[in-house]
Nanobody
Framework: QLQLMESGGGLVQPGGSLRLSCTAS????????FGWFRQAPGKEREGVSC????????HYVDSVKGRFTIARDNAKNTVYLQMNSLKPEDTAVYYC??????????????????WGQGTQVTVSS
């Protein structure tokens, strides 16, 4: 069964860091691009970052540029989101998702076919 499982969320103070992981099972991650999305209470889901199948190409929403880094380890079937200098406005449930072919990079959620269950990130003092 094809699944994506996020982990690594939690409570962190402003200025702190977290690393989210998204581990795939039931398929080989190598041939697909992946994205991270987030949804805060009362807000629409927002695309945060995406990465190509090779890992050479990445894209970020403006609000996280310079603070977040997306990466992947195909040997571990895992995609990561390193989040530094966290702000209270980063508080949300974070989801990873698989980008449909033939798309390479996109933050449009309708272009993604499989989603994880989400992990909560709370930034608060």
């Amino acid at each position: 069964q094809l699944q994506l499982m996020e982990s690594g969320g939690g409570l962190v103070q402003p200025g702190g860091s977290l690393r989210l992981s998204c581990t795939a099972s039931g398929f080989t991650l190598d041939y697909y691009s992946f994205g991270w999305f987030r949804q805060a209470p009362g807000k629409e889901r927002e695309g945060v970052s995406c990465i190509s199948s090779s890992g050479r190409d990445t894209h970020y929403v403006d609000s996280v540029k310079g603070r977040f880094t997306i990466a992947r380890d195909n040997a571990k079937n895992t995609v990561y989101l390193q989040m530094n200098s966290l702000k209270p406005e980063d508080t949300a449930v974070y989801y990873c998702a698989r980008l449909k072919k033939p798309y390479i990079l996109s933050l449009r959620d309708l272009r993604y076919d499989y989603w994880g269950q989400g992990t909560q990130v709370t930034v608060s003092s």
